[in-house]
């Protein structure tokens, strides 16, 4: 029934006034971490984290890993096609992200980047604080391909997703003595929450109206979580569960607060957490038979436990969409849709 719902809305903006226009946005420009990396770890030698291996794209086209991390679309994916694009911004280190493919926005992603530069420099990620710096390259090649005054009404009308902020605590918080000694998760919290409004004023300045953020997703419920924190428990762990709801908190107070802060802006949050966690605790609501295990077969140690083990590509499990999660910590694509159906939901304040 939701589904139905956001299709009829979005289906009425895109035929507004009569005409039918071929995207409800002119652009999806989106930076952030592995959940909307669709292949710029794969050009970086040092990054720790890649999805370039089977079993990653099993269900994506020509069933190759493009840098993906699930078996197939992720929620932008599913988001850009909701919103009438035929086709995905390529990862903005390949060759593609040139010329007309511009035109339809771009992707900062890198998986590992996190809210904090510190957690992504310890994985050698695209740290949020150069996405913004390639955002403003990105700005200039636009106007080459556009011409000034049409790059100026792209990146204006454009939806810009932030996604990011799980590793800060996965990768970073929880198992940093000094970091965690520094801060407790409140004042932890707060320091985040100040580099997303810092960075969203930043995008206020260089032309972005219509933003989106990602919530927290449930911390404690994710197989890699529950592996390491759950003490052989096989429920989700409370205490990480808490973490990201007090992050949660303080993101939706500081959207308020930039929306006051700032003329013509619009931020929606994009709560992930709930339906995650829905999908999780009872997955035979929606259809999946299997969230606590992950399809693919996953590492045993290190960062390795987060995702699927190349040298087991043939341990995939035999129907990804009954399962919610894919790997260690990201979604399958039958999850996704689920996923992505609560964030246009959400974001459809933006478009109008």
């Not at 719902?5 to 971490?33: E, N, Y």
């Not at 079993?55 to 020509?62: L, T």
């Not at 569960?241 to 994009?270: I, P, Q, S, Y």
Request: proline content about 4%; glycine content about 10%; hydrophobic content about 40%.
């Amino acid at each position: 029934m939701q589904r139905r719902l956001v299709l009829l809305a979005l289906s009425l903006l895109l035929s507004w006034g009569g005409v039918v226009q071929a995207q409800v946005v002119p652009a999806v420009i989106s930076f952030g971490d592995s959940t909307i990396d669709v292949g710029n770890n794969n050009y970086l030698p040092g990054a720790v984290f890649k999805a370039n291996y089977a079993p990653y794209g099993e269900n994506f086209r020509r069933h190759k890993a493009t840098g993906r991390f699930s078996d197939g679309k992720i929620v932008t994916d599913v988001t850009s096609e909701t919103l009438g694009f035929e086709g995905y911004a390529p990862p903005y280190l390949s060759p593609l992200a040139s010329g007309k493919n511009l035109l339809a926005g771009a992707n900062f992603g890198s998986a590992a980047s996190s809210y904090d530069d510190d957690t992504a420099a310890m994985y050698d990620a695209i740290t949020l604080s150069q996405q913004l710096k390639y955002y403003k390259e990105y700005q200039s090649k636009l106007a080459a391909v556009a011409g000034r005054r049409g790059a100026r009404s792209i990146l204006a009308d454009a939806l810009y997703v932030i996604s990011t902020g799980t590793g800060d605590f996965l990768q970073n918080y929880y198992h940093n003595a000094s970091l965690s000694a520094r801060y407790d998760v409140d004042r932890y919290c707060d320091h985040l929450v100040r580099i997303f409004s810092g960075f969203t004023d930043e995008l206020y300045k260089l032309g972005a109206r219509r933003i989106g953020v990602t919530s927290m997703p449930p911390l404690g419920c994710l197989p890699a979580s529950i592996r390491l924190y759950g003490k052989g428990r096989s429920g989700c762990v409370r205490r990480l569960n808490g973490d990201a709801e007090t992050f949660n908190r303080k993101l939706n107070a500081t959207v308020a607060a930039l929306v006051k802060r700032h003329d013509g802006l619009k931020v929606a949050v994009f709560d992930i957490y709930t339906p995650l966690r829905e999908l999780t605790e009872n997955p035979a609501a929606q259809g999946f038979s299997e969230a606590r295990k992950t399809c693919c077969r996953t590492g045993k140690a290190g960062t390795r436990v987060y995702l699927c083990d190349p040298a087991t590509a043939v341990g995939m499990c035999r129907n990804a969409s009954s399962y919610v999660y894919f790997d260690g910590v990201h979604p399958s694509e039958a999850a996704n849709l689920v996923i992505a159906d609560s964030m246009v939901s959400a974001g459809i304040g933006l478009l109008t």
